[in-house]
């Protein structure tokens, strides 16, 4: 975290947050876009399969993955600069709830309950990580960062995580072909769906 010009850290970590906020939503926009023009050209595929065109050819898609290619390398950058870890970790989170803002009035998918349980829950986790996930930490120097990376502890716990991603992947694939006739069950999309979340919570 660093001061802007003649900021206060305050002002700082105002802007950032406030660039954070604005880049989140674009790039929830420009994936809600590309998913909108998926689904645009899916329902073309079903009268006319030579109608289909590659993504990088549609306009719509072009311009959800500018949007968010944009938003995604600016605001990282002024969020990293400006913001310390516990608030970059809140704001990152927000962007779900702007997914599901998104889904419902580009797509037109229901908010049902279960969305708002889930908005809220993303709320309260964001909450507790900006009250209770600030920890003084000295700064490193880089031959003090290669010293911890070389640590058998961060080894096998890397390793260990790496194991654990690719047998929860395995499990994924595996509810997906077990019975391809029933791969778009609810309960099978939810299943998978928690799988792909818990690879992300790492």
Same mark, same amino acid.
């Given at each position: 975290?660093?001061?802007?010009g003649t900021?206060?850290?305050?002002?700082?970590?105002l802007?950032?947050?406030l660039v954070?906020l604005?880049?989140?939503s674009?790039?929830?926009?420009?994936?809600?876009?590309?998913r909108?023009?998926?689904?645009?050209e899916?329902e073309?595929a079903?009268?006319?399969?030579?109608?289909?065109?590659p993504?990088? %050819?549609?306009?719509?898609?072009?311009l959800?993955?500018?949007?968010?290619? &944009?938003?995604? /390398? =600016?605001?990282?950058?002024?969020? $990293?600069?400006?913001?310390?870890?516990?608030?970059?970790?809140?704001?990152?989170?927000?962007?779900?709830?702007?997914?599901?803002?998104?889904?419902?009035?580009?797509?037109?998918?229901?908010?049902?309950?279960?969305?708002?349980g889930?908005?809220?829950?993303?709320?309260?986790?964001?909450?507790?990580?900006?009250?209770?996930?600030?920890?003084?930490?000295?700064?490193?120097t880089?031959?003090?960062?290669?010293?911890l990376?070389e640590? %058998?502890?961060f080894?096998g716990?890397?390793?260990?995580?790496?194991?654990? &991603?690719?047998l /929860? =992947?395995a499990?994924?694939?595996? $509810?997906?072909?077990?019975?391809?006739k029933?791969?778009h069950?609810?309960?099978?999309?939810l299943?998978r769906?928690?799988?792909y979340?818990?690879?992300?919570?790492?």
């Amino acid at each position: 975290m660093v001061q802007l010009g003649t900021l206060s850290p305050a002002g700082s970590v105002l802007i950032g947050v406030l660039v954070g906020l604005i880049a989140t939503s674009v790039q929830s926009i420009g994936l809600t876009l590309q998913r909108k023009s998926h689904i645009l050209e899916d329902e073309k595929a079903l009268q006319d399969t030579h109608a289909q065109r590659p993504p990088y %050819r549609r306009r719509r898609w072009q311009l959800g993955m500018l949007m968010f290619v &944009v938003s995604n /390398i =600016l605001g990282s950058t002024i969020q $990293i600069t400006t913001l310390p870890l516990p608030v970059l970790s809140t704001l990152q989170a927000s962007g779900l709830v702007f997914n599901a803002i998104c889904a419902t009035i580009i797509l037109g998918e229901p908010f049902t309950r279960w969305s708002f349980g889930g908005t809220s829950l993303v709320c309260i986790g964001a909450v507790l990580i900006a009250t209770f996930g600030a920890m003084k930490e000295p700064a490193h120097t880089l031959d003090q960062l290669l010293y911890l990376l070389e640590r %058998r502890a961060f080894i096998g716990w890397m390793i260990g995580q790496g194991i654990l &991603v690719g047998l /929860i =992947l395995a499990l994924a694939k595996f $509810i997906k072909i077990m019975d391809p006739k029933t791969k778009h069950h609810p309960r099978k999309r939810l299943a998978r769906g928690i799988a792909y979340g818990c690879i992300r919570l790492p």
